[in-house]
Structures are given as C-alpha cells and as structure tokens.
C-alpha cells in the first residue's frame, strides 16, 4: 500500500527557507508523477509545482523562481525548497503521487511565515 508523509513544515519570517520533504513507499514510486499543493482556511486547494516520471517540472506562477521541486528515486523521496518565502506562503502543503490512474495524498505539513 502507498504511503506518503512530509515532513520539515513550521514557522519562520518572512524572506526565510523552509525545506519540505515526503517518503514514499512502494516499489512503483519511480513510475509516478509527484507534485505539491497547498491550501489555507477559506481557500482552494492549489497546484505549487509538479514534477513527472522523467522530470519535467511545472510550477504555479506565484513560486517560481523562488520554490524548486525534486526527487530522488533511489530514495523514494520528493522535496521542495521554499525560498524568499512570504505571509501568502502560510498553508498547509500536501505532497502528492499519481500512479497507474490513482492520486495518493500525504496527510499535510503546515507552514506559517511571519511578518
């Protein structure tokens, strides 16, 4: 059964970093699509970048340049370094794996960027 769980959310000012990190399991991980959303209260949940099977990667308008995406399929691992991050950052982010026709979810890491 796939799992996914993120880790590395919490608080920190603006114009600071914040690493997240998901671990996968499975021994399918490579063949799917990954991806991050988030969503705050009153909100949609919302794309923030996507990465595919062979890598091509696509990010909402309001990161790029300042979020990157990656993984490590050796590792089961799938990362997004968040830079320059700003109030409107604040979520909770959801990491994501789509695989042969079914979207599997991560269960939320909240983070909260001060003034």
């Known amino acids: 059964q796939v799992q996914l769980v993120e880790s590395g959310g919490g608080l920190v000012q603006a114009g600071g970093s914040l690493r997240l990190s998901c671990a996968a399991s499975g021994s399918m991980f490579r063949f799917g699509a990954t991806g991050w959303y988030r969503q705050d209260p009153g909100k949609q949940r919302e794309l923030v970048a996507d990465m595919s099977s062979g890598e091509v990667t696509n990010y909402a308008d309001s990161v790029k340049g300042r979020f990157t995406i990656s993984r490590d399929n050796a590792k089961k691992m799938v990362y997004l370094q968040m830079n320059s991050l700003k109030p409107d950052d604040t979520a909770v982010y959801y990491c994501?794996?789509?695989?042969?026709?079914?979207?599997?979810w991560g269960k939320g890491a909240l983070v909260t960027v001060s003034s």
């Open positions: 994501n794996l789509r695989l042969f026709g079914v979207t599997y």
